[in-house]
């Protein structure tokens, strides 16, 4: 783990994902029977938002039975993120250990500081999720997540669909967003779930 390459894509409202699930190229490039699991995630930062005034997310997510605690930073290219992620109950003084060892930046230690962080908003949905498998060898992860974001007071439904680059050239997975957007006249999602739910109150 290290670099992401992804890309979100929003449903419009009341768009039935079912179609998408069911298109005839995307049956085509998946290689996986198709998994669905339970999310639900907390998202950390300290009093004074420090993971926040640097553009990191830190959370804690149970991945149906697995529980891990995942930390994302900011790049120069708004799809791509570093992104490190341990199996750990909690966002503790361990978990941020074996990030380190996984090979998260050093400056982790300086944002996590005493440990001072405390929950500040999450997510809870479904994911199903499948590899695909292009014509050029390269691989991607797709998932359809619907489900709810919650801040300190209010929540906001959405159903989305991600591509994250797993393996090759992003060549024929970008060019398999363009035809999803343009086929279900789909939006792109320039905000992550973290910043969408960070801004309800």
Same mark, same amino acid.
């Given at each position: 783990?290290?670099?992401?390459?992804?890309?979100?894509? +929003?449903?419009?409202?009341?768009? @039935?994902?079912?179609?998408?699930?069911?298109?005839?190229?995307?049956?085509?490039? %998946?290689?996986?029977?198709?998994?669905?699991?339970?999310?639900?995630?907390?998202?950390? @930062?300290?009093?004074?938002?420090?993971?926040?005034?640097?553009?990191?997310?830190?959370?804690?997510?149970?991945?149906?039975?697995?529980?891990?605690?995942?930390?994302?930073?900011?790049?120069?290219?708004? %799809?791509?993120?570093?992104?490190?992620?341990? &199996?750990?109950?909690?966002?503790?003084?361990?978990?941020?250990?074996?990030?380190?060892?996984?090979?998260?930046?050093?400056?982790?230690? =300086?944002?996590?500081?005493?440990?001072?962080?405390?929950?500040?908003?999450?997510? @809870?949905?479904?994911?199903?999720?499948?590899?695909?498998?292009?014509? @050029?060898? +390269?691989?991607?992860?797709?998932?359809?997540?619907?489900?709810?974001?919650?801040?300190?007071?209010? =929540?906001?439904?959405?159903?989305?669909?991600?591509?994250?680059?797993?393996?090759? +050239?992003?060549?024929?997975?970008? &060019?398999?967003?363009?035809?999803?957007?343009?086929?279900?006249?789909?939006?792109?999602?320039?905000?992550?779930?973290? &910043?969408?739910?960070?801004?309800?109150?």
């Amino acid at each position: 783990m290290g670099k992401e390459l992804e890309y979100k894509l +929003s449903l419009p409202e009341n768009f @039935d994902g079912e179609m998408i699930l069911k298109d005839p190229i995307l049956e085509e490039l %998946h290689t996986d029977a198709w998994r669905e699991r339970h999310m639900q995630t907390t998202y950390y @930062d300290s009093p004074d938002c420090r993971f926040s005034k640097h553009l990191w997310t830190l959370r804690h997510r149970m991945e149906g039975s697995e529980s891990v605690v995942c930390v994302k930073t900011p790049t120069e290219d708004f %799809h791509t993120r570093g992104e490190w992620q341990v &199996a750990s109950d909690r966002p503790d003084d361990k978990a941020m250990e074996q990030l380190l060892l996984a090979g998260a930046p050093k400056q982790l230690l =300086v944002l996590y500081g005493l440990g001072d962080i405390f929950p500040i908003c999450g997510a @809870d949905f479904i994911r199903r999720s499948t590899m695909l498998t292009f014509s @050029d060898g +390269s691989k991607a992860e797709f998932a359809f997540d619907c489900g709810s974001l919650h801040g300190k007071t209010e =929540v906001l439904q959405f159903s989305e669909i991600e591509l994250e680059l797993y393996e090759g +050239s992003p060549k024929e997975m970008l &060019a398999f967003v363009a035809y999803l957007s343009r086929q279900y006249h789909l939006t792109e999602q320039r905000k992550s779930k973290f &910043a969408r739910a960070r801004a309800l109150t």
